[in-house]
């Protein structure tokens, strides 16, 4: 029926019963009523298709905004945090293989923390089990770095196949996330396809809505009002319909709502015009619009489809599908896509910035060197510092990661405060940060003046949590272009000076000087040949003998260790032994001569033993029990001939876990003596906090005796201390017979030094001894 039939029959049945026409106003009502059962079924089945389609449409949008957050967020935020632990393995091997003190060690170790951290993290974020499988291997091969013996020949092939392990694991999450994305076009395309559908289907429904208005008698078009509105109602979108003269026809409650139009604005027949300009008063406007109501007049007007997406003065982004109607007039669909565009900012936001701190990353930061030194290739300065927090991991170990966290935001907002305007402030790592500064002119003063302002801000104490948090901060300097002329040079002589900084004492700041390059090549060939040393067979066991004064008689003898390197001959224990300790080497050192001295020492007599220095690095690499335990057994030495040195410095770190180890050792017969007893600031207290079997007296309080009265007091406080507690006392650096009857006097139960003999290979211990028992002898 076309639209002037309708409006005839709806006339004609009004005038018939006005006449009193009754047969005839019964045939018109009876066409009616079979016209308006077929209308309502026809209703009803396009309301339920529209809705379905309406509803599918809705719920494949939430699928594809869903499938995107979640994709982007494991896939590339797993990709980001596999990056991060790429750059964090490569400076832990860097840091490990550079550092030239004890203080390094920890810092690799920390470093190798980080690197677990940063794989916990994308292992948890991962999409798919196969890539958390692969991720948690990668993991548990990192965390045997731990364990593995270093001078292993085959610790450098374990590196090279972890890197490319952890290259395979940040690709597969890559190709994860890019496939995703495609994925995600092909979801975003049907769900558009629905949408249109849906948009389409509400043309028609609509269209058809507004011919039965017309043409249906004043019954029939309040249910079909009532089947017009559930059907709007029904579609995830807003609606808003107009005639030719901009007059709204109709729009649904989704509409109303995303504009916060009042009820008399959505009444048929409400300007357009009226709309608008209170979207205009009440800040529902587009962002920039010169002339926000002429311009949407305008639009709305032309007889063409328009798409377009626009911004709203509260900050939302609004999608925007407008048709024209071939009665006149046009459809306009409005689509809220604020937080589909806010993942899409969040995922590109993370790509060039610390997902933590928001400050800059890596790749940001290495972009803004590379733009900074083309400035400087036109005559300009620049300068790269390079941050290290001091005592961070205390702070995250005691108060937890969470404080830990608030702890890195709050130094980043610090640092932000004193940068000037153009410098860029990145997060490298865990708990360190990069700074870029340029300038035409930019003197070391001023570079030095930042440092030094960073230093003291940084050293205020922060209140996080109802927690006052004291920390420090080193800071090494580059400059380029003297220091350098690529990103990669800078970087790492700035961290070559942080590394400086921090060995002088940290909470200061180093700028890099050309020797700190020549030092870490003479460090790195040392380490390299140090690596090789035990498998060239290249150390050796020489031997003091420690003497008992009562009884006049050698009771044992200390293990030294000697390095005698094929070209460069013996070199000095202090040069290579902190190498050693900083690189972790010093383990299977340690181990090996532990093994030796047992061996050797099963060829003297029963009643010597042989004492050996254990390095702090020992206890901290674990398993220093089970070892000892090994190589008493092979050995065939009885234990209680083994005598294990300490100092207070393995009693400083993993307290409890240290203690642990130490009443293992005792109970397997081993003794235990504190070395250089006195030089620390809590040697009582350590004392209290295990039985050692022997205190030995530091050289130093032995050598002073004559310049420096006190010492004498120091010892002596020392014996009577072991004396009172049944703990045997040994005075070391005994050189003079003065310095000897002075132990004598003061009560010392044992002595050693070069008075009785130098140390000596494991080959001159028998004449050692003969000679120690012929002058006995010729003394008697």
Not at 520 to 542: H, M, P, T, V, Y
Not at 564 to 571: L, Y
Not at 588 to 607: H, L
């Amino acid at each position: 029926m076309d639209q002037a039939a309708s409006a005839d029959m709806g006339m004609e049945a009004t005038n018939d019963l006005a006449r009193g026409d009754i047969p005839a106003a019964l045939a018109s009502d009876r066409y009616a009523i079979s016209f308006r059962r077929r209308f309502h079924a026809l209703t009803i089945i396009l309301l339920i298709v529209n809705l379905a389609i309406g509803l599918f449409a809705r719920h494949q949008q939430h699928a594809v905004i869903n499938h995107a957050i979640n994709t982007y967020d494991t896939a590339f935020v797993s990709t980001n945090y596999v990056n991060l632990a790429q750059i964090a393995f490569q400076h832990y091997v860097d840091e490990r293989t550079r550092a030239a003190s004890e203080a390094e060690t920890a810092k690799a170790n920390e470093l190798l923390d980080d690197v677990l951290d940063n794989m916990d993290v994308a292992i948890e974020r991962a999409s798919s089990a196969a890539i958390r499988t692969a991720g948690r291997d990668v993991r548990d091969r990192l965390a045997e770095l731990h364990d593995v013996a270093v001078g292993d020949p085959s610790l450098e092939d374990r590196i090279i196949a972890l890197r490319q392990k952890m290259e395979r694991l940040r690709q597969r999450n890559s190709d994860v996330g890019l496939k995703a994305r495609d994925d995600i076009e092909d979801l975003s395309l049907k769900a558009d396809l629905f949408l249109f559908a849906s948009i389409f289907t509400s043309i028609i429904l609509a269209g058809l809505v507004l011919l039965v208005m017309q043409r249906m008698i004043s019954s029939m078009k309040r249910r079909s009002n009532d089947h017009l509105q559930a059907a709007l109602e029904g579609m995830p979108q807003g609606l808003s319909l107009v005639d030719d003269r901009l007059r709204l026809i109709v729009c649904n409650a989704q509409y109303a709502e995303m504009y916060n139009l009042p009820a008399e604005l959505t009444q048929p027949g409400t300007s357009l015009g009226a709309i608008l300009d209170y979207r205009a008063k009440h800040g529902s406007a587009t962002v920039g619009s010169e002339d926000f109501v002429s311009e949407k007049l305008s639009q709305a007007a032309q007889p063409t489809t328009l798409t377009f997406e626009q911004q709203l003065q509260d900050g939302r982004i609004i999608s925007l599908i407008k048709a024209p109607l071939n009665t006149g007039g046009s459809i306009a669909i409005h689509m809220d896509v604020t937080e589909k565009r806010a993942s899409e900012k969040k995922i590109a936001f993370l790509a060039h910035h610390d997902a933590l701190t928001a400050l800059a990353n890596r790749v940001q930061l290495r972009e803004h060197i590379e733009k900074t030194l083309g400035n400087v290739e036109r005559g300009g300065k620049a300068a790269i510092l390079c941050l290290d927090l001091d005592n961070f991991k205390a702070v995250n170990d005691t108060l937890g990661h969470s404080i830990g966290d608030a702890l890195l935001c709050a130094v980043a907002e610090r640092l932000q405060e004193v940068l000037r305007a153009g410098d860029l402030v990145s997060r490298t790592g865990g708990d360190e940060f990069a700074i870029v500064q340029s300038a035409d002119e930019l003197s070391a003063e001023t570079v030095g003046g930042l440092a030094s302002r960073i230093v003291e801000t940084l050293s205020a104490p922060f209140d996080i949590s109802d927690h006052t948090v004291v920390i420090g901060v080193s800071v090494g300097i580059a400059m380029a272009p003297d220091d350098g002329g690529d990103a990669d040079q800078l970087l790492k002589n700035a961290d070559m000076a942080l590394y400086r900084a921090k060995g002088e004492g940290r909470g200061r700041f180093h700028f890099f000087e050309p020797e700190m390059d020549v030092k870490a090549q003479s460090r790195r060939l040392l380490e390299l040949d140090l690596r090789k040393a035990i498998g060239s067979g290249e150390f050796e066991l020489f031997y003091q003998p420690i003497v008992n004064l009562a009884e006049d008689r050698i009771t044992g003898f200390e293990a030294l260790l000697r390095w005698n390197h094929p070209t460069r001959g013996r070199v000095p224990p202090g040069e290579f032994i902190p190498v050693a300790e900083e690189t972790g080497l010093i383990t299977s050192i340690g181990m090996w001569v532990i093994r030796q001295a047992c061996i050797e020492a099963k060829t003297w007599p029963s009643d010597l033993r042989v004492a050996v220095n254990v390095s702090p690095v020992q206890f901290r690499a674990k398993g220093l029990a089970s070892m000892v335990t090994s190589a008493v057994a092979n050995s065939g030495l009885l234990p209680s001939r083994l005598e294990l040195e300490i100092t207070e410095t393995v009693l400083m770190f993993n307290n409890e876990e240290t203690l642990a180890t130490l009443h293992q050792l005792q109970a397997l017969g081993v003794r235990i003596s504190m070395d250089d007893f006195g030089t620390g600031y809590s040697s009582l207290s350590y004392l209290r906090s295990f039985p050692f079997d022997k205190i030995k007296i530091d050289q130093s309080f032995v050598r002073d005796l004559i310049d420096n009265p006190d010492s004498i007091g120091i010892i002596r406080a020392i014996a009577g201390l072991g004396k009172s507690m049944g703990v045997t006392t040994t005075a070391e650096g005994v050189e003079t017979q003065e310095q000897l009857d002075q132990m004598r006097i003061e009560g010392c139960t044992e002595v050693q030094g070069y008075f009785y003999s130098r140390p000596v290979p494991a080959s001159e211990i028998g004449s050692v001894l003969s000679g120690f028992r012929d002058r006995a002898q010729t003394a008697a």
